[in-house]
């Protein structure tokens, strides 16, 4: 027997095996792959056939696979049918809710609360994936093997779908130029559509860590990925740092207020401040090591006089322009990176799952309801308005009462 065909059989029975297990794995998960690929198709050669009806069942399909994903990785973990009475009564609220929105009417100026919103809940239920499996552990170290692989897998299946998809359109350019096929725009948007959702959903969908990989628990972590975030990505960190407490000096020289970048460059010290944390996290847990003493004193203990600046910065903005909904979520962000930088400090059990459930939460309260801070925002700026507008009308009559003699214009 030819070696060749043997490989090809056995490549053949392997991708089938793989297919048959992410099938028995995430059945309804799959089955929204499917119909979300197709319908994708559809709308990208078919665009008049774009609809509100479409588009609610559009949402409905992707936010499913979401839940899905959730409920499966949760189910997993738990013994009886606690997975499908859970993935039952979810589905039935999200059916519910996608309905609601479709016989919902919205004006232009609520567009953006109600975006937001729908943005706060898909935030909450994606970083609920990565954690919803080990709710019961007594640190983070599964949590975080975990997640290193979910990134893998996206990284994996992006590379792989972005290849299928470039090589499977170049081989169509390459027959309409070789024998003046004339393919229209059907089959290169059809290619699009199976790659980017289909081929990329399955194979992730693939590479999400089961059994014994799901539960690893060792403190190792990659050489390579230890030596990037303490020799490149910390450093820079710190010349951020750097500048930013020159720039503090400078303030109290020449006693002036911060500029608005502040806030900017302050948001950026804090982001690469958490991923540092997240990425270097078997090497905090090492209480000995100069990483985790960095980590969880040194550094937080530096960010905390650049919040103090911030903190001026946004005192500033909302005395000299009132309150607004961007100032609202900027000054809810600075009293989280408060909570984190002080919470690392102080807390002896050393844990990351807290800082992204929280930021979650945060996101979700003050955007995920009617009562968000675009609602509160135009309230108060319609108030603003109003008693402006109401000095003015007080201030017209007595401007207009002049006498005829003192006139200049007679």
């Not at 990037?228 to 720039?247: D, E, K, N």
């Not at 807290?354 to 979650?360: G, K, M, R």
Request: charged share 15%.
């Amino acid at each position: 027997m030819n070696v060749g065909n043997v490989r090809q059989r056995l490549l053949l029975k392997n991708i089938g095996r793989s297919l048959l297990r992410v099938l028995r794995r995430f059945p309804v998960g799959v089955t929204l792959l499917f119909f979300l690929s197709l319908m994708s198709a559809v709308f990208l050669t078919e665009p008049h056939l774009m609809s509100r009806a479409a588009g609610c069942l559009f949402y409905f399909f992707w936010g499913g696979l979401l839940i899905d994903l959730v409920v499966s990785l949760w189910g997993e973990e738990q013994a009886g049918r606690r997975r499908p009475v859970a993935e039952g009564v979810l589905f039935a609220l999200w059916a519910a809710y996608c309905i609601w929105l479709y016989t919902t009417d919205y004006t232009l100026e609520s567009d953006w609360s109600f975006l937001l919103g729908n943005a706060a809940w898909i935030t909450a239920v994606m970083v609920l994936v990565p954690f919803v499996p080990f709710l019961g552990e007594k640190d983070d170290l599964k949590v975080w093997h975990f997640m290193m692989s979910l990134f893998l897998a996206l990284l994996t299946g992006g590379l792989v779908s972005g290849v299928m998809l470039g090589g499977m359109e170049g081989l169509v350019l390459g027959t309409v130029v070789l024998f003046d096929i004339n393919y229209g725009t059907l089959l290169p948007r059809l290619i699009l559509s199976v790659c980017l959702i289909f081929l990329f959903g399955m194979l992730f969908l693939s590479l999400v860590p089961e059994g014994e990989r799901k539960h690893n628990d060792s403190a190792g972590m990659s050489p390579l990925l230890k030596k990037t975030v303490s020799w490149l990505l910390l450093p820079l960190l710190g010349c951020y740092m750097a500048v930013l407490y020159v720039y503090g000096v400078k303030i109290l020289v020449h006693w002036e207020l911060p500029k608005g970048m502040l806030s900017w460059l302050v948001s950026v010290v804090m982001g690469g401040y958490v991923l540092c944390y997240t990425l270097l996290y078997p090497v905090v847990t090492d209480r000995q090591s100069w990483q985790s003493r960095l980590l969880t004193c040194w550094m937080p203990a530096a960010i905390l006089p650049l919040l103090v600046l911030m903190t001026v910065g946004v005192i500033r903005r909302f005395a000299d322009y009132g309150v607004t909904t961007p100032r609202l979520y900027l000054l809810t962000l600075l009293l989280w990176f408060y909570a984190v930088c002080i919470v690392i400090m102080l807390s002896p059990r050393k844990r990351f799952r807290w800082i992204y459930l929280s930021f979650a939460a945060l996101f979700l309260l003050s955007s995920g309801q009617p009562f968000n801070y675009f609602h509160i925002g135009r309230k108060l700026m319609k108030a603003g308005t109003e008693s402006v507008v109401s000095e003015k009308e007080l201030q017209q009559p007595l401007e207009q009462e002049v006498p005829e003699d003192n006139n200049p214009s007679l």
